[in-house]
Structures are given as C-alpha cells and as structure tokens.
C-alpha cells in the first residue's frame, strides 16, 4: 500500500494527520505542495475520486484575501483548477491518496480509523 499525504508542513490539520500516521506506524510519503507544487494531471487525478468543490479551502486565509473578481471567476471549473494550480494553499488539506485513489481530503480521526482499519 502506497500512502501520499499532500499538503503544507506548517498547516494544523495536516500537522494532526501527520501525527496521527506516524502514531500508528503508517509509512507515508510526504507532498509539500507549496515547495513541489500540483499540476493539472494530478488535480484531474483526483478529481476521479472527489468533486472539485471539496478540494477547494474557502475557509483559508488564501481565500479570504482574494479579490472577489478572483473568487466569482473560481466558480468556473477550469478557472478553479487554474488558481489551485498557482496557488495551491487554496488546496483543503490534507489529500490522503493511497495506491493513487484520494481516500479523504481534511482530516477527521474517525475516518482515518475507519479507512485503515479496512485496509
């Protein structure tokens, strides 16, 4: 089983998944997609998996400090992959893809429990 968390180091929730991982002795491969960034084929990966609404942090201080011209033109799907591309801190994080398939994207014990107590 390949693990991949994606995310940003120095982002809370992803801290918390990273410990809750290491706690069980989860091997992992760690994407920092602030230093390594994402591209189009690897967001239209997950997009198999997840809707694109999902993968996008609202809540964010990213998101927050858009313009709102950004913001409307981000309703528009490709306009969407575009600003993830160029600023992937408007990514929701954690993305927890295992054998390639996104199992959860933020981070909830409850369902990392589950998820690895099935595989």
């Given at each position: 089983?390949k693990v ?24 992992y491969q ?90």
């Amino acid at each position: 089983m390949k693990v991949v968390m994606y995310g940003i180091p120095n982002c809370e929730t992803v801290k918390k998944a990273r410990l809750w991982l290491a706690a069980r002795t989860i091997p992992y491969q760690f994407h920092d997609f602030k230093k390594v960034g994402v591209d189009r084929a690897l967001l239209s990966s997950w997009l198999e998996d997840v809707a694109l609404d999902l993968l996008l942090n609202r809540r964010g201080t990213t998101w927050r400090t858009l313009p709102d011209e950004v913001k409307v033109e981000a309703l528009d799907q490709e306009c969407m992959l575009k600003l993830m591309i160029n600023s992937p801190s408007v990514i929701k994080r954690p993305v927890l893809v295992v054998d390639g398939r996104v199992q959860a994207v933020g981070f909830s014990e409850a369902a990392y429990d589950a998820f690895f107590a099935q595989s």
